[in-house]
């Protein structure tokens, strides 16, 4: 008799534990709370745009400054071609051939002799 009092509580006990495991975990009608981490976002960088009015000096400026990046990215594209970065040029367009010392003459163009 008493043995079956402590095995009907060892039942319940257990059987209430697992209920109660039950109910906290997940399911489809009470999905788990989900964990939100919050960061900084970052800010875009604002674009320039131009002026829609087109007689005003500060639209004549950045159209002034425009023009002179323009000019300057072509001259630094000239200036890279080895007509004038490599220094065996110096001021022909191609490079001089060099002749042995009896064929050389006088250049008039770098007034150098090959």
Known sequence: MQNLRNLCILALILFSVKVHGQSTAPNSREPGTKLQVYSPRHQKASKFRKAKVTNTARYEFYDRVEKAAREKKKILK??????????????????????????????????IRH
Do not use: T
């Open 78 to 111: 000239k200036l890279s071609k080895p007509q004038y970065s490599d220094r065996r040029y110096f001021g022909h367009k191609h490079i001089p051939k060099r002749n042995p010392a009896y064929k050389m003459e006088y250049c008039n163009e770098c007034g």
